[in-house]
């Protein structure tokens, strides 16, 4: 799917360099060209996480993530039919982590370890980090440690941090988080939102874990994150605390083309989808009104209009976890505009995507420029609904309807 999702990120770059000689492109390029970081030029976030074995890296992942079996705790967790249900990654190398749902690239180290795998760690992780830069590096730090092995704990780290904050150009924004912090008196205090005593203990951890790392000359960036990632989904219990904090200050504090994939695999990140996807649309009505039916643009197979619309309809999706196919997203468009495209979908076996885009009925009712904004809005709150907000086809229809008619309304008004 990202295959193809790729394929037509490339058009759309063609269409917008044959839009660019357009007058009334130059006030547009500001937005477009953050479209162009955002959504073409996207990428996987890659984050480095340090921390004692059991300090609770990979729960921070399967908590973002919102899966608590996806990193495996210890051993490989496996089905009675010893189908593997998670995953667990090599320590001090860059590790894909991925899922239909999201991209991620991990690197996870638990220090430097005992002397005899010292110089071997160091060397791993120089590599790792000549090979591919980290976008944000995450420490580590249980919360009880604080008040007891905290230094043999910063000693060992301090030296991993700062290879890993090595860097010709800029830092790696980099964190500290105290994890387990239910575990912070009250204990029977587990499920957010704490009460005032918790909270009192819990900032007294902080202050005294600012000093230690001050101390140690560990840089990082405020503020210190108290954070819990322990739920079981099976046993109803989710006593997860500032991991929607946490995953909302890494989206943005990464550079703009890890945003995409961050929000798609932060679970909590549903208002940043949400701004995404708006801004996705907002730019590919842009483009569709300026490259609407006049431009022509070599090489290309599809009319612009629908090669922009099956992008737009591919990305929304994919923003929520869904891959579609060319011919999917055409369905979509017919669905959504007539009610039922089951006589084209029929003959989607025998027919080229070519010829399939030309039976679409909206095509014949484009008439100006404006139509081709107008429609590519509807059609990508129509995808909106169903893809992000999890709404009914039916509904989907509905809002592709009112939205088109209004700003048909608009556009009427403004003549
Ligand atoms: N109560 C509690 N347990 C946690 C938390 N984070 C991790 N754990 C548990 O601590 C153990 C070690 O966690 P793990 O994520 O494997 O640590 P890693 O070795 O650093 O990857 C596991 O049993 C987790 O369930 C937390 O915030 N609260
Ligand atoms: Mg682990």
Known sequence: MDKDIEKLGKKIENILSSISKIPGFKKLKPKLEEFRRLVLEKRSPRIIVIGRRGSGKSSILNALIDDDKFLATGNLDTTKEGKVISISTRDTEWNSVASGKFNLEWLDTPGTGAPSEKEIRVEKLKMAINEKKPDAILIVIKASEVDGEIDSTLTDLRKIVQIAQNSENEVPPTFVVLSHIDDIEPQYDKKPPYDPDKLENIDRIIEKAKEHLTRHEIKYQSPLIPLSSYFVKKKNVDWRYNIDFLAKLLASKM?????????????????????????????????????????????????????????????????????????????????????????????????????????????????????????????????????????????????????????????????
Do not use: C
Request: without cysteine.
């Open 255 to 415: 550079p703009e083309i890890t945003r995409l994939e961050a929000s798609r695999a932060f679970h909590s990140l549903h208002a940043e989808r949400t701004s995404l996807v708006d801004k996705i649309i907002y730019s590919s009505s842009v483009i569709s009104g300026l490259s609407g039916g006049f431009v022509v643009i070599p090489l290309l197979g599809l009319i612009p209009m629908a090669v922009i619309l099956i992008f737009m309809i591919s990305i929304i999706a994919y923003l929520g976890g869904q891959s579609l196919s060319k011919k999917a997203a055409l369905q979509f468009i017919l669905n959504l505009t007539t009610g039922s495209g089951i006589g084209v979908a029929a003959a989607f076996g025998t027919i080229t995507l070519q010829e399939a885009v030309k039976s679409i009925p909206i095509w014949g009712s484009i008439v100006n420029v404006a139509s081709y904004s107008i429609i590519t809005i509807a059609i990508g709150k129509g995808a909106k609904a169903l893809y992000i907000e999890k709404k009914t086809m039916e509904q989907a229809r509905e809002i592709y309807k009112n939205e088109q008619e209004r700003e048909e309304l608009n556009n009427e008004d403004v003549k």
